[in-house]
């Protein structure tokens, strides 16, 4: 959860959310990859926030990038890089999930039932990664990655503490949450890579699934981006933020069971019995009748204030006394980083995971146990009595900017990429590598080369999907004790022409014969028209 979730109405225009100059500078100089990168829709949350900005990111360093969405809901449409291809699963077709969309707002029944969907997308379109970037779309990820029978890499996003708090849930939600668990101890392991957003992620991901932790990356949330610092400078006007008035208190989120907003109230009353404060929850959802219940219970209206969505909350994260963070459990609160970032003061539960992580373990912030309202209030009371240095609480969000997040899940995507190569190629070559390497440009062949995560020297090993005259021609590079990469940096042309020659030659299968067994290397030259090369790349200088 974050600021971006309160965004109230689209932007004038999309704007960089990082120097891509510097991006392409920081990340893994790799060849163009064609990503799929799956989500439920860019509704304005926090993790559908990260997706676009990893989407731009994935573009913005020359990869062909497909956004592929559940529903296609306005949002966060306007901010994708006119590079991102967006792919909605609900359009253009008659499937059961489409039927069911016009019946059901329920978003766990409607992505569940897009399995299908997204299985005839892996198979029609073939990229070479599919990164699942969002907890809630994960399950489905793996479903229609097991349907779709591709050996494309299959990458996880946790993006959420993968338990939550399951016994503080309804018995029926409990159960529910409870099957969720189980099926994912089954789909998880299935996948090339895990990334989770925090390390108390990682722990219990590996915890609830059997996945070892040392499978599972940790790569923070690119949360600090050009966009959010430009944002956080606009103008707000409102009474309660004149000066001299009591602090304001401020609080960010979706009306939910997971934010806890209940015992925020219950700590603000406290806290105001003692002492002249205000209150304000930016945000909408279910909780809102209950929550205005509760202001009015306990007569705090003068002072709480429910404003819902706004357009900007950063300017009111710049201008308050202090941020609070509520909630039960978390994945890595973008919104916590946010207020930071705008130098304002916090206060969060040590729920799990993220704030303990993101506060350094309280050297950044207080943290108090989750539910305990009397514990929430004394920590408010003691941070707005304590001077605090809003430019080191600033610097310290630098550590979640997009340039560092961007380059590592390229990194795990690319080596991911290249361990599907063997069985990928083996299941549907690319044409360029069951040809003569003369029959296509340089050019096309690295592309697809780049494709599977290889180089040209791989062309010079054994591996299924080379075209065959090329696996023999590998086989005698390795018998004649010729080093691939070596050989390709000294003579690429002549070993061109020398493919070529392999491919035309008639003597296959005295060159089988000579391959099957211990044979004088000399011999060669009595049937190989390519023998005196091999012979001199054998002696290539290291």
Excluded at 50 to 55: N, S
Excluded at 84 to 105: A, F
Excluded at 173 to 202: H, K
Excluded at 243 to 269: E, H, N, S, Y
Aim: hydrophobic fraction near 45%; proline fraction near 8%; aromatic fraction near 6%.
């Amino acid at each position: 959860m974050d600021a971006a979730e309160l965004a109230g109405g689209p932007a004038a225009e999309r704007e960089a959310e990082f120097d891509e100059a510097e991006l392409v500078a920081g990340v893994p100089r790799t060849p163009s990859k064609h990503l799929a990168v799956f989500i439920y829709a860019l509704t304005g949350g926090g993790a559908q926030r990260r997706t676009v900005t990893l989407a731009n990111g994935f573009a913005a360093a020359g990869h062909r990038v497909d956004l592929v969405v559940v529903r296609s809901l306005d949002g966060l449409v306007q901010d994708l890089s006119p590079r991102v291809r967006l792919v909605p699963l609900d359009e253009g077709g008659r499937g059961l999930h489409v039927r069911i969309r016009r019946l059901t707002t329920q978003r766990g029944l409607i992505t569940a039932l897009a399995v299908p969907a997204l299985a005839r997308y892996l198979r029609r379109e073939q990229p070479d990664a599919l990164l699942s970037a969002a907890s809630h779309v994960n399950l489905v990820a793996v479903a229609a990655w097991r349907l779709a029978r591709s050996p494309l890499a299959l990458v996880l996003r946790a993006s959420n503490h993968p338990t939550g708090n399951v016994e503080a849930f309804p018995p029926l939600q409990r159960l529910i949450r409870l099957y969720l668990r189980w099926l994912a101890r089954r789909f998880y392991p299935r996948a090339d890579a895990i990334v989770a957003v925090s390390e108390g992620v990682a722990r219990e991901l590996a915890r609830a699934t059997g996945v070892p932790r040392a499978r599972i990356e940790v790569v923070h949330n690119p949360v600090v981006t050009r966009t959010l610092r430009r944002r956080m400078e606009a103008p707000l006007d409102h009474p309660w933020l004149a000066p001299g008035g009591p602090p304001v208190i401020l609080a960010a989120g979706r009306m939910t069971f997971q934010k806890d907003f209940p015992t925020l109230i219950r700590a603000f009353r406290r806290l105001r019995a003692r002492r002249p404060a205000r209150l304000v929850v930016l945000g909408d959802g279910p909780g809102r009748v209950a929550l205005e219940a509760l202001v009015a219970r306990y007569d705090l209206g003068a002072d709480v204030l429910l404003p819902g969505h706004v357009d900007n909350p950063l300017p009111w994260m710049r201008r308050a006394a202090l941020f609070v963070l509520s909630s039960r459990w978390e994945g890595l609160p973008g919104v916590l980083i946010e207020a930071l970032a705008c130098g304002c003061p916090v206060v969060a539960t040590d729920c799990p995971s993220g704030p303990s992580e993101i506060l350094e373990g309280g050297r950044l912030g207080r943290l108090v146990p989750v539910g305990d309202a009397r514990a929430l209030a004394r920590a408010m009371a003691e941070a707005l009595d304590a001077p605090v240095d809003r430019a080191r609480l600033a610097a310290s969000a630098e550590r979640f900017t997009p340039q560092a997040a961007i380059a590592r899940y390229l990194e795990v995507l690319e080596a991911c990429i290249r361990r599907r190569a063997p069985e990928r190629l083996a299941r549907r070559p690319f044409w360029p590598l069951t040809v003569p390497l003369a029959w296509t440009s340089a050019e096309g062949l690295d592309h697809a080369l780049g494709r599977a995560g290889l180089e040209r020297a791989d062309l010079l090993r054994p591996f299924p999907g080379n075209a065959a005259h090329r696996q023999l021609m590998a086989r005698m590079l390795e018998r004649q004790g010729v080093e691939p990469v070596r050989a390709v940096a000294r003579a690429w042309p002549e070993l061109v022409a020398a493919d070529r020659r392999c491919y035309e030659c008639r003597a296959v299968r005295r060159c089988r014969d000579w391959l099957a067994r211990p044979a004088d290397p000399g011999e060669a030259r009595t049937f190989c028209p390519n023998a005196e090369l091999f012979a001199r790349l054998r002696g290539t200088p290291g």
